[in-house]
């Protein structure tokens, strides 16, 4: 809508005579109201009918910001606390503020928000691919990126407060994401890492993993009550984390997290055993510490690596079983839709992507076992 304004003249007590200028749209058809800004300009009357006609076009161009000294670390922090804390999950909030502490903040925390610029940021991005700040190391394009999205949608606040005309994020040339490989072990090893942890406390989650592949929060909240015995199945309800060093159940990381899976006749009769044995401790959690308290999520990623190193074992991360599980599946011609249900995924295309190279050597086999079933017959 078009946009009208007018001069107040005033004078301050020490005389000098300002005038403030009063910008507002028509009306809203649907609310009645309107919408008003204000500048107070120096000067002549003509300096100010002038800066009255500028004004009117930064409004109706969207280039006009409220006068702000915010420096951008003032903004961040109230950003955070206002905005983010209020909407995200704890464990995404801990990453927010984390990237905001140890990159955005030392880079750019004593500017002021409006002189923030594109070119600066682009800078600050090329700087990262070439070293860390902290360690001195590149930082991957996916670590980049969610910092940049942090700072992003940070400024698109800015935006919306009027404080800066645009968001300086955009149109930033970022380095190109390379797709993770995980490190995976062969059915031998499988075999092998779990003979070595029988007759330990790392044999039941690890045979959950092979055979489930949950995700490490899924596997620590697991409770007793997810699991109905007389059909065989588990379910997937809860997702322990911990923030601050304390332990925080929430829901699944996505909708389709919360799903209910068959379990493999030899891990059933494996959880009957362990909830037998267990009866003394009393403990509703299946993966727990000897007092029957649950994990904290590093110190049992720190028990896995303890026990991979004590086995000469080669090492992966605990979230590599969950594609070790995946890739078991894919590999004895699971449908991959089925596969996505399993392992919770939120849609069958991220499935397809994260295991396409699994999927063409699954397409390669059926391919040659039909080109055997239909063209190789042994000769009468």
Known sequence: MPFTAHLRKRETKSGITTYQIVAEEEAGFATGKRKRFYKTVKGSKKQAEKAMRDFISEIENQTFTKDSKITVKDFMHQWLELYVKNQLSPTTV??????????????????????????????????????????????????????????????????????????????????????????????????????????????????????????????????????????????????????????????????????????????????????????????????????GSPYKSDSFSLKFRRFLKAHDLKHIRFHDLRHINATIMLSLGISPKVAQERLGHSSYQITMDVYSHVLKKVEKEAADKLNAALFEKPSA
């Open 94 to 291: 801990l990453h927010y503020i984390d990237q905001t502490e140890k990159y955005i903040i030392p880079q750019f925390g004593d500017m002021y928000l409006q002189q923030l610029k594109n070119i600066d940021i682009q800078k600050w991005v090329f700087s990262l691919q070439k070293e860390s700040p902290l360690t001195g190391k590149p930082l991957s394009p996916k670590t980049i990126k969610n910092i940049v999205l942090n700072l992003s949608a940070a400024m698109k606040k800015a935006v919306m407060l009027e404080l800066i005309p645009k968001n300086p994020c955009d149109n930033i040339t970022m380095p190109k994401l390379v797709r993770f490989q995980p490190d995976i072990y062969s059915m031998e090893e499988v075999e092998h890492m779990l003979n070595c942890a029988k007759d330990t406390n790392m044999y039941l989650p690890l045979m959950i993993e092979i055979c489930i592949g949950l995700r490490r929060g899924e596997l620590l909240a697991l409770k007793w009550k997810h699991i109905d015995f007389e059909n065989g199945y588990l379910s997937v309800e809860e997702n322990l984390v911990t923030v601050d060093n304390k332990r925080i159940t929430k829901s699944p990381k996505t909708k389709s997290g919360k799903r209910t899976i068959q379990i493999p006749k030899t891990l059933i009769d494996l959880l009957k055993d362990t909830k037998s044995a267990r009866n003394a401790k009393d403990s509703d959690y299946i993966i727990c510490q000897e007092d």
